[in-house]
């Protein structure tokens, strides 16, 4: 099932569906099932599916607050295993590079930051290590990969671009996610009653500005 957003065409003057497309999965391509389901069952994935037989086989995992899952199995894809490399969004590097050591993420990386300022996470010559030392939202990463090779790329992001999100709305996919977000308003609204001088009974409204301005990347409220 899905929805339309109408809009007109300027250049006919007639109204078009839009309709929605929502990413559902990506194919990784692994050279041993049963290896690759363990490992990423072992990353605290969640496991939707083991589909087939020996002919045609798949299986599907979800990330952690995903809406997007990966796939693997036999049949699902002629490229070669290990060529893959996907991108994961965290709100905290730090906490998501600790738990992904703890739980046997392969060659991870430290946490690091490109060091001509921008947003580099390719280059291996211009990886810096550590957070992004402006703690800019977009701008730190970490890298870890599967048995197979395949690579995955973490990136903390804690503000998006106004155009990336519904500057209407703002959704937070785990209890954890929320729990940081407030944090990171209690932090910005204990400064803004410092810059008062006094105490804010109105923070709850306060707290929600703060949490949506975060999310759709508008001014912060101070």
């Known amino acids: 099932m899905s929805t339309t957003e109408a809009r007109r065409d300027a250049s006919t003057d007639e109204h078009i569906g839009i309709v929605d497309l929502k990413l559902e999965a990506v194919i990784i391509p692994v050279s041993d099932v049963d290896r690759a389901k363990a490992f990423y069952a072992g990353l605290g994935w969640r496991l939707d599916a083991d589909l087939g037989d020996d002919a045609y086989r798949i299986v599907q995992f979800t990330p952690p607050g995903s809406g997007c899952s990966i796939q693997f199995g036999i049949g699902l894809t002629s490229a070669a295993p290990g060529t893959a490399l996907n991108l994961l969004v965290v709100s905290d590097i730090a906490a998501a590079h600790d738990d992904l050591v703890t739980r046997g993420a392969l060659g991870a990386s430290e946490v690091f930051h490109d060091a001509s300022g921008g947003y580099n996470r390719f280059d291996l010559d211009l990886r810096a290590s550590g957070p992004d030392p402006q703690g800019r939202t977009y701008a730190s990463f970490m890298a870890f990969s599967d048995p197979d090779g395949n690579g995955w790329q973490l990136?903390?992001?804690?503000?998006?671009?106004?155009?990336?999100?519904?500057?209407?709305?703002?959704?937070?996919s785990s209890a954890g996610d929320l729990a940081r977000a407030l944090e990171r308003a209690a932090t910005a609204h204990g400064e803004h009653e410092k810059r008062t001088g006094q105490p804010d009974e109105g923070w709850p409204a306060w707290?929600?500005?703060y949490m949506l301005a975060e999310?759709?990347?508008d001014e912060l409220p101070s």
């Open 207 to 209: 707290y929600a500005a």
């Open 215 to 217: 999310q759709t990347g």
């Open 155 to 172: 990136q903390e992001v804690t503000s998006r671009l106004p155009g990336r999100v519904d500057s209407t709305t703002a959704t937070f």
